[in-house]
């Protein structure tokens, strides 16, 4: 026999401790998953065992004549409350291991007979003494090991069953479990030894910090309240199982990701100000440096479709200050995309074809181009994957250009089309914007060039007096750290000369961009590479920095040859900019010429190359032939 040595302090911090946990929980772990929900409801379980030992404590304290069937009845109470609490962390270990039903059932089945039989007997032990009796209104122990083996079997069960789904944690996670474990076996070592029974709520609250640190900490921007993307796919998860649907609106910042820029304060506020006050229980979700996503549980806010108009109001007269160019989208979450957790390819698909600085909603018919999508990128991926640079898939057609000085077709564009088993041909306002933001742009450049050196080398063999061919080339490829030196190699293996080889590219707004893409073409100017500023008139264009870069030819988009034929007015900003461009030796390229009508208006502004239907249609290039020998 000994006497209990107890003291309730630490009674008091696990239940403390385990209080602070479901506080931090609730505030920080907003999406609430099945496996959230069985972890606190196992810290629940801890406090209420502590609350009833120190509840058995406080009794004998403050009257040492408390019936001893009430102590007992406190004892039993705290001894079976502990062993549920291991009963629900088998649980908990399986469902947040993802064990299925049949694996689940045999730890499940044990841990349940466990507590059973040991709760069983623990109180029958204490009832009868044979645990545990009063002296002098002190707890004396009678040296049962029921409650000790107990929950040896239950280390034991845990142990197996964390052996079992060892290859499903991430080992560090497992790293963790082991040492936490061996310190809390140790722990209750030292608390039987010295008769503390005081530690034993102690080391039951040690698994549950493990858990909540390796398991739950959700990491999130502190600044911004933004998950990650693993609270994005719990989130998801958790509302296809329960059936619910949110609305989500996502904010996609190109210059954000691509230059890795952190946001202003200001753009922060306003975004955390758009994710509280609002709507309720959003949550916020940063997918990357410059695309958030908010999530609305529908249920909850049944005014959405007023607030979110709201929203884009104050969004509107708000994004005035910050001036990054942005792409949104507002949708609701359907079945169909959830299994699949698609939803941010799903986005991307959607800002592959919009334009900057619109903002977007989800029509039914999106679903249907976004397998569409789907099922390009992965074609993109596996051409961009092998490098073949004979890919059948990548197809070369072109389209003659006009040269006035000649008289003659001599030059032509290249323009790239895919042939896909799924899909046949497809064009490429679908699939360069899929490719560029996937990165894999710079493998079907390589591919198109390789095979139009290949097509101009045979051309040039067979006698036609084809000079030169233009390839496209996007500008955030010279980003590659070897764009320079992948173009070279191409044509140098082709044995063409340089000269024979043009490269199109188009204005890009911002200055790190625009520095590169001067190294760049300076570099390839060198070897004897053309250059052609293409789309002159769609964007932006800053007159300064473009004749900052070395352009050979600048080709003045379709929509100035509309606009030029529409209104006087446009003819002679047409006329003077062409003029300007001629004056400061730059040929002057008139593209989308489609009737008799375009055609003499370009030749009266000082064109040097017309280009558009009214001469050819894109033709595979292949078919180049046949147009020279008709033309000629
Ligand atoms: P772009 O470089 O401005 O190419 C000219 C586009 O205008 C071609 O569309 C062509 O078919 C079309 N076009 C030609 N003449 C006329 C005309 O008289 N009237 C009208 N309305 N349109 C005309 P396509 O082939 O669909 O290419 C679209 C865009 O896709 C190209 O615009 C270019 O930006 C991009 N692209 C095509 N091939 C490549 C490539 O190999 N690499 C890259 N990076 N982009 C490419
Ligand atoms: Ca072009
Ligand atoms: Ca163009």
């Known amino acids: 026999m000994q006497l209990e040595n107890y003291n309730s302090a630490s009674e008091i911090t696990v239940m403390g401790v385990c209080l602070v946990m479901v506080v931090l929980l609730l505030v920080s772990f907003k999406v609430r998953m099945k496996t959230f929900r069985i972890f606190a409801v196992t810290l629940g379980i801890l406090i209420f065992a502590t609350g009833a030992d120190l509840m058995l404590h406080y009794l004998m304290d403050k009257n040492p004549d408390t019936p001893r069937n009430i ?19 088998v649980v908990y270990a399986c469902t947040a291991t993802a064990l299925t039903r049949e694996a689940r059932n045999p730890y499940v089945t044990l841990a349940t007979a466990l507590m059973i039989t040991f709760s069983i007997a623990d109180t029958v032990a204490i009832y009868t003494g044979r645990s545990m009796y009063i002296i002098d209104g002190k707890i004396a122990f009678e040296g049962s090991l029921i409650f000790t083996i107990g929950y040896g079997l239950f280390v034991v069960l845990i142990a197996t069953l964390l052996y079992r789904v060892r290859h499903r944690l991430y080992r560090r996670v497992m790293i963790g479990f082991f040492w936490v474990a061996v310190i809390s076996v140790g722990m209750l070592a030292v608390s039987r030894i010295r008769i503390q029974s005081t530690f034993t709520a102690t080391t039951f609250l040690f698994p549950l910090i ?34 619910k649907n ?86 609701e979450t359907t079945r169909e995309l959830s299994r699949k957790n698609d939803y941010i390819i799903f986005i991307r698909s959607i800002h592959a074809r919009i334009p900057e600085n619109t903002i977007y909603r989800v029509q039914a ?101 084809i000079t030169r061919i233009s390839v496209n080339v996007s500008a955030m490829e010279l980003r590659e750290p070897d764009f320079c030196a992948d173009i070279g190699s191409i044509i140098d293996k082709s044995g063409l000369d340089a000269s024979r080889i043009a490269i199109e590219l188009t204005e890009s707004r911002n200055d790190s961009d625009f520095l590169l893409m001067k190294e760049r073409i300076e570099e390839l100017k060198q070897k004897g590479i053309t250059f052609y500023l293409d789309d002159f008139g769609t964007g932006y264009s800053n007159m300064e920095r473009i004749l900052e870069l070395p352009f050979d030819i600048i080709k003045f988009d379709r929509s100035m040859v509309i606009a030029g034929g529409q209104s006087k007015r446009s003819e002679q900003v047409l006329g003077s900019l062409a003029e300007l461009f001629s004056k400061l030796h730059y040929s002057v390229l008139y593209e989308g010429v489609e009737d008799e009508k375009d055609e003499n208006m370009c ?17 595979p290039i292949s078919e180049l032939r046949r147009f020279l020998e008709k033309a000629s």
């Open 71 to 89: 102590i007992y009845g406190l004892r039993s109470l705290y001894h079976v409350l502990l062993f549920a609490m291991l009963h629900h962390f």
């Open 210 to 243: 493990a858990v909540m640190y390796l398991m739950h900490s959700n990491p999130y921007d502190v600044q911004l309240g933004a998950n990650d993307l693993r609270g994005l796919n719990n989130l998801i998860r958790y509302s296809d199982e329960n059936g």
């Open 246 to 331: 949110y609305l989500f609106l996502s904010l996609y910042m190109r210059e954000l990701d691509e230059n890795g820029k952190t946001m202003s304060e200001e753009m922060r506020s306003l975004i955390r100000h758009v994710a509280e006050t609002y709507y309720r229980k959003s949550v916020l979700f940063q997918v990357s440096n410059g695309h958030m996503l908010l999530m609305v549980p529908k249920d909850k806010n049944p005014g959405y479709e007023e607030r979110t108009k709201e929203i884009l109001k104050e969004f509107d007269t708000e994004y005035e200050k910050f001036r990054y160019d942005y792409k949104m989208v507002i949708g």
């Open 365 to 465: 018919d999106d679903l249907n181009k976004f397998r569409m999508y789907e099922a390009v990128l992965k074609e993109v991926a596996d051409i961009a994957a092998k490098k073949n640079m004979e890919d059948p898939r990548v197809l070369v057609y072109c389209q003659p250009v006009y040269n006035i000085r000649t008289g003659k077709y001599d030059t032509a564009e290249a323009l790239m089309r895919l042939l896909l088993e799924d899909t046949g041909m497809i064009f490429p306002d679908l699939f360069i914007p899929l490719a560029e933001e996937n990165g894999y742009i710079h493998a079907l450049t390589q591919i198109i060039l390789n095979k139009t050196c290949t097509a101009l080398n045979n051309l040039i063999a067979e006698g036609y007096g």
């Open 603 to 619: 030749r009266e502004l000082n064109a040097s190359y017309l280009q558009g239907y009214k001469y050819s249609k894109p033709i």
